[in-house]
Nanobody, 126 residues
Framework: QVRLVESGGGLAQSGGSLRLSCDIS????????LGWFRQAPGKEREGVAT???????NYRSSVKGRFTASHDGAKNTLYLEMNDLKPEDTAMYYC????????????????????WGQGTQVSVSS
């Protein structure tokens, strides 16, 4: 069992920055792909970024160059650094863990992920 707890969401102005954290606990001895997803009201959950155990990352095109996912192995914490925020980034952000290696397809398939946090709200004003 893996437990994920997100934090760091809040209100930002357009062009501003926020950093999300996801504290990971439980049995993570096996290979896991970690990911950030978001869901806006009335929309489906969509992949933002994934990061593999070797640090390799994948991003959705709309956040490339603005968002950076990273993982601190010592703290077992996943981060999402978000810069140049836009109103369309407004959503509930979730971190997820999947018992496998990451692939680009995982950004399109939240159903692949086995564990989820409760989410943290990000709101960006114009």
């Amino acid at each position: 069992q893996v437990r994920l707890v997100e934090s760091g969401g809040g209100l930002a102005q357009s062009g501003g920055s926020l950093r999300l954290s996801c504290d990971i606990s439980g049995d993570t001895s096996n290979q896991y792909c970690l990911g950030w997803f978001r869901q806006a009201p009335g929309k489906e959950r969509e992949g933002v970024a994934t990061i593999d155990s070797d640090g390799s990352t994948n991003y959705r095109s709309s956040v490339k160059g603005r968002f950076t996912a990273s993982h601190d192995g010592a703290k077992n914490t996943l981060y999402l650094e978000m810069n140049d925020l836009k109103p369309e980034d407004t959503a509930m952000y979730y971190c997820g863990a999947m018992r496998n290696y990451c692939s680009m397809q995982n950004l399109l398939r939240p159903q692949d992920f086995d564990y989820w946090g409760q989410g943290t709200q990000v709101s960006v004003s114009s």
